[in-house]
Antibody, heavy 121, light 107 residues
Framework: QLQLQESGPGLVKPSETLSLTCTVS??????????WVWIRQSTGKGLEWIGS???????YYNPSLKSRVTISVDTSKNQFSLKLRSVTAADTAVYYC?????????????WGQGTLVSVSS | DIQMTQSPSSLSASVGDRVTITCRAS??????LNWYQQKPGKAPKLLIY???SLQSGVPSRFSGSGSGTDFTLTISSLQPEDFATYYC?????????FGQGTKLEIK
């Protein structure tokens, strides 16, 4: 059964870079039918898709965050990572990683348990 | 961005009730609509994909319908474990967007 687990600091200072890693177990990140995504959830903005990456490294991002976001993949470790630069308090949220199933339509399944990241000095 | 609007925002119901939640897209999204259930402190869980396909392992009391701009999630007979928050999500255009959620509470 595929499982995803987020890891990284729970507290980041304003203007610094938020860095999170998602470790995939129970399946390979190089499976051809899937992308891998980051989604966040905050009280103010609800659920927000951040971006997606394919195992080849091809990625695409939410235009609202594109200038500050990089998602990368490490197939040797079965992991993918998120970097969000120049964070502010508005970036405080629970961050989830998930698998994107891509057929004609697409959907997110399963999700990691989520990790709370607070932005504060 | 495509705006997803759910109604109602909250709903009180009893065990055994039939419940319907509506999701409306600001423009047509064909059948690119998914439904998720989220319980407190947990990640969202996929219930319905492609508007009407039931995810494996999800009870058959859950069903989805709709196409274009208007969609519904129906729970035919509420069970105690169904009290949660439900979200719709469109995957028709980048960026994928979610509804604001419908909180289903016990009456």
């Amino acid at each position: 059964q595929l499982q995803l687990q987020e890891s990284g600091p729970g507290l980041v200072k304003p203007s610094e870079t938020l860095s999170l890693t998602c470790t995939v177990s129970g399946g390979s990140i190089t499976s051809s039918s899937y992308y891998w995504v980051w989604i966040r959830q905050s009280t103010g903005k609800g659920l927000e898709w951040i971006g997606s990456i394919y195992y080849s490294g091809s990625s695409y991002y939410n235009p609202s965050l594109k200038s500050r976001v990089t998602i990368s993949v490490d197939t040797s470790k079965n992991q993918f990572s998120l970097k969000l630069r120049s964070v502010t308090a508005a970036d405080t949220a629970v961050y989830y990683c998930a698998r994107l199933v891509k057929e004609v339509e697409t959907w997110f399944d399963p999700w990691g348990q989520g990790t709370l990241v607070s932005v504060s000095s | 961005d495509i705006q997803m609007t759910q109604s109602p925002s909250s709903l009180s119901a009893s065990v055994g009730d039939r419940v319907t939640i509506t999701c409306r897209a600001s423009e047509t999204i064909d059948s690119y609509l998914n439904w998720y259930q989220q319980k407190p402190g947990k990640a969202p869980k996929l219930l319905i994909y492609a508007a009407s396909s039931l995810q494996s392992g999800v009870p058959s009391r859950f069903s989805g319908s709709g196409s274009g701009t208007d969609f519904t999630l129906t729970i035919s007979s509420l069970q105690p474990e169904d009290f949660a928050t439900y979200y719709c999500q469109q995957s028709y255009t980048n960026p994928d967007t979610f509804g604001q959620g419908t909180k289903l509470e016990i009456k």
